[in-house]
């Protein structure tokens, strides 16, 4: 134990943390959440699409700015907690949220970059959501797939780098997390419910249809729904029955309330712009499980349960 250290947290409800050994795979993911944050920030003043002379996707207004902002604050936050190695465990636990929907983001993302068998239907613009047309990536498309992938690989970091960092506490929330395991299912089932059910209805019943719920998809699309939606199960599950001391559980759940939140909002924008389709279901139960997680995080940073004694690491 001569490596640990004790970082000291003044309230009641925050006692001491102890840290130990850092995998230096941490400081890696640290680095790369960084990264990928920043880089999310920039993304949407880059042009997505160009349709014949048109550019699609550019930023119209400073919302779209605001958009990624939930996501990237926790992203580099994260990171820079990870990359210290000051609360490393927590900032793992946050790009491990973050990141439990960046694998099924990317094969949605990488099936848009096949512009030969895509049109702009498939894409995520109210210009475009009733018309069909050939389109060629801009590089806003690319830098996405590019943040996606730079998630995915910190999700594997994150995950190989876990077992060799040390960090703990004094077991307040031991006896908390039945209870948490329990409101993190439901959190999950609500989101679940956000990603498959339609997102938006055709504000005329001339157009015909409504947009597609997650079992109309095919194809990449469908896959990429499904990668999501066990992500969102996976990370509200692991979050208390694997995410160990407490602050990594807060981490998990303060991460995928971050991720649900930058995409609610940019299904919201999506359909305020769109004059072809309005809010339906799907989107609401998006926002409320992002609200649900936040929550969550903010209640299992706060209550606090008897103490057990913690191991002589703190590895759990």
Known sequence: MSSAKKVTRGAARSPAIIVGAISPLTRVAGAMAILAGLASLVQPALTFVRVGGRVLGSAHHVVDFLV??????ALILAGAASLAG?????GLAVLIGAGSLAVGQLVRVLSWLDTSRRSTLDLPFPDTLAISAHYSAGAGMVLLAVIDGLLTAVLVLALFGWQRTVMDDEGSFESLRPAFTLLGFVAALVAAGGLTLPVGVATATSLGWDLPSLFDRVGADQLAGWLEVTGVFVGGLAASTAARPRLATVGILAGLAASLTTQSLATALLLVRSTAYTVNVGTGLLTASAVFFAALAVAAWRVTGPAFPA???GAR
């Open 311 to 313: 191991g002589p690491t």
């Open 86 to 90: 000051r609360l490393p465990r927590f």
């Open 68 to 73: 990624p902002a939930p996501l990237a604050a």
